[in-house]
Each structure stands twice: as structure tokens, then as C-alpha cells.
């Protein structure tokens, strides 16, 4: 019988509940905000599939520059300084989202978000794997992830009610966003983290089946949420379908961590990485089975219950076989890892859309997310770092 978890305490828990705010910013407005906004943007500029992919392949290349610079940050500055920057960063590259319908301009605002995005990821994710390591509990990482969860909700409950006015929208999240930054700023730093840290190394040889994993898996994930709304508008859905399914799946986001918390910490291996991309490759299939409003919903909360829960698991798989003093270069190199398939996955799923109908966003998901999912179970027998 498996001894059951610690519980962080309020404190801890209180922390890392408005550290999460910094993936609620960085990911649940500054990257997955735009799938609600892509059609207003598409009709009004009069995109193709693939260059409105392509916008969403810049903030992954954003993405990927940004944890490429991550490590050198986190070393010189320490993990607090770097995550506080990032904050005030997304929520600049937010609001210049609004100012120019310039194709360029708005493919570098998305870069800068990309960006700024990754920097806030990976040091929140390794204060948030700090307090996890202090309270001998998973929960702190858990919860970090939910987050995102939380952005979601805020944009899916605010962004239709604003219809064709996509520029209105962007300056609302940027608002949210410098709320966020506000509200998260002293969960971000303890002497620990505020002080720069050791260079370390990326341990990644005896991770390899997870960072194959990952990279399938950000390749796939990404192209459901960002065409999610473009699929709907397709079928005419009414406004109420499409605030109702954003908002589920954000709630279904926050509430992960009940699901996930445990199996991510006392599964061995990769078995947790393995389900949860199994669970979530079913979840985009879902909703091509029988394209109803019932079942989208279904697909939309099996789908947010789970797609945070794969980088919660990878970054507790780190914690637990690797060294801290390589948590922050680990981290950094999955993170590049994923923002390489991230960059990769919507514009070539948005170029198969345009050949094809927009089910076939959904599709590249569940084949690349079960792929993944295949891939994680073959090379699950993680062997553990010295300590």
C-alpha cells in the first residue's frame, strides 16, 4: 500500500495558489487566449488557416528563444528576478498585440509573448519545485500548473461578450495580466530564490523517452486550443456553446490537481506521463466522434483536465531524477524541447486545415498526443540521478 502524500501547508499552498497566477498570465492569456480571438482576427484580416497557425507558431518560436535565455537568467539574476521580468514583459507584449493589425507587427508581438512566456514557465516552475522539495509534497507543482486553468476561464468568460473587437480584447487581457503581476510578486521570492543560482547541466540522456514524449505532445496539445473556436464558429455555434466550453475547460483545468497530484507523485516511471497523454489524445478524438454541443463539452473537459497535467508531470519526473542544482538547466532544455514542437505543430496542422476543414486540427491532435502517449510507456523505466 502506497503511504499516502504530505500536504503542503496553508502557507506553502497560499504561495504557490498566486505563484500560479504566473501561468495563468503567461499561458492561459498570453497563448491560449488567442484561439477564442483567432476568428474575429481571421475574418477581420482575412486570414488563411495557415498563416493564422502561423501566428501561433511565432509565439512558440517566441517560446523557444525565451528558454533558450531562461538559464543564463535564472543563473545571474536568480529564479525570482527572472519570473517578476516575465510578468511585466507578457503583459507589455499583451497590450502591443492591440496597437497595429501589421501582419509583422502582430507576428513579433506574439514572438515577445512567446517569449516572455517561456521565462515566466520555467523559473515559477522551479520555485515552484523548491517548495515542493520544502514541503515534501507535489501539490506546490501541481497547482502551479492549474493555473493556467484560471486564464482560461477569465478570457473565456470576457472575450466573446467583446464579438468582432479583438483589439478590445487584447488590452483587456493585458490588463488582467498586469493584475496578475501585481498579485504574484512576493509569492516569487524567498532569499532562496532571489539569489542567482549555480550554472547546473541539462540531464537529459536518462530522460530521453520523456523529452520524445514532450516534444509530440507540444507539437499535438497546442493545435486543439488554438483552433477550438475556429472549429466552432465553422458549425455556426451560438456565443453561449462557445463561452460555456472555454470556461469548462479552464475550470477543468483548476481542478487537475485532484486528479493528478497523487498519480503524478507515486506512480512510478512514466506511468502518469503515459495516461495522461493517453486520456487526452481521447479527449481530442472525442469530439470528432459525434460533433455535438454535449459531446464538444465532454471532449473540451476531458481535455483540460488533462493537457497541464503532462508539463506538471514532466517537471515532477525532473524534480525527482535530477540533482537541484540541474533542476533549472533541465527544465530549460525540456522547456526547449516543447517550444520546438509547439512552433512546428499549428501552422503544419493549419496548412492540412486549409486542404482539408478544421476537424483536422482536432485530429492532429489525438494521433500526435496517442503517439506521444506510446512513446512514454516504451521508455518509462526512468532510472533516478544521485542526489
Known amino acids: 500500500m502506497t503511504q499516502a502524500e504530505p500536504e503542503a501547508g496553508p502557507r506553502e499552498a497560499w504561495r504557490a495558489g498566486r505563484l500560479a497566477l504566473g501561468t495563468a498570465s503567461a499561458l492561459g492569456l498570453a497563448r491560449f487566449a488567442y484561439g477564442l480571438l483567432l476568428p474575429a482576427m481571421r475574418e477581420d484580416l482575412r486570414w ?48 502591443a498585440t492591440a496597437v497595429s493589425d501589421g501582419y509583422p507587427a502582430l507576428l513579433a508581438a506574439r514572438a515577445a509573448a512567446g517569449a516572455s512566456g517561456a521565462v515566466v514557465f520555467i523559473a515559477g516552475g522551479v520555485i515552484a519545485s523548491r517548495v515542493a522539495a520544502r514541503t515534501a509534497s507535489s501539490v506546490p507543482i501541481t497547482v502551479y500548473f492549474a493555473g493556467t486553468g484560471l486564464g482560461i476561464v477569465v478570457s473565456g468568460v470576457t472575450i466573446p461578450a467583446m464579438g468582432v473587437h479583438w483589439r478590445l480584447a487584447w488590452v483587456v487581457l493585458a490588463v488582467a495580466a498586469a493584475l496578475a503581476t501585481v498579485a504574484s510578486w512576493t509569492a516569487a521570492g524567498t532569499e532562496e530564490d532571489s539569489q542567482p543560482a549555480a550554472a547546473g547541466r541539462a540531464r537529459m540522456r536518462s530522460l530521453w523517452g520523456p523529452a520524445l514524449a514532450y516534444l509530440m505532445f507540444a507539437a499535438g496539445y497546442i493545435t486543439y486550443i488554438t483552433f477550438l473556436s475556429a472549429y466552432l464558429a465553422d458549425r455556426h455555434a451560438p456565443p453561449a456553446q462557445v463561452v460555456l466550453t472555454w470556461t469548462a475547460l479552464g475550470a477543468a483545468v483548476v481542478a487537475a490537481p485532484a486528479l493528478w497530484s497523487r498519480p503524478t507523485a507515486e506512480w512510478p516511471g512514466t506511468r502518469a506521463l503515459a495516461t495522461l497523454l493517453a486520456v487526452l489524445g481521447g479527449g481530442a478524438a472525442l469530439a470528432l466522434a459525434a460533433p455535438t454541443p454535449l459531446v464538444i463539452l465532454a471532449s473540451a473537459l476531458v481535455y483540460g ?53 478544421t476537424e ?28
Open 360 to 387: 483536422a486540427t482536432l485530429a492532429w491532435t489525438a494521433i500526435l498526443c496517442a503517439m506521444a502517449a506510446a512513446i512514454a510507456a516504451v521508455g518509462g523505466r526512468v532510472p533516478r540521478a544521485a542526489k
Open 305 to 357: 483536465a488533462t493537457f497541464m497535467g503532462v508539463p506538471a508531470a514532466v517537471t515532477a519526473l525532473i524534480k525527482s531524477n535530477v540533482p537541484p542544482v540541474d533542476w533549472t538547466a533541465t527544465l530549460a532544455a525540456f522547456t526547449t524541447v516543447f517550444a520546438a514542437g509547439q512552433t512546428a505543430g499549428p501552422w503544419i496542422a493549419g496548412v492540412v486545415a486549409d486542404h482539408t476543414s
Open 48 to 95: 488563411t488557416l495557415a498563416e493564422a497557425g502561423a501566428m501561433s507558431a511565432a509565439n512558440g518560436l517566441g517560446y523557444l528563444l525565451g528558454a533558450l535565455m531562461t538559464s543564463a537568467a535564472v543563473r545571474r539574476r536568480g529564479a525570482a528576478a527572472a519570473f517578476r521580468a516575465g510578468m511585466v514583459l507578457t503583459a507589455v507584449s499583451l497590450a
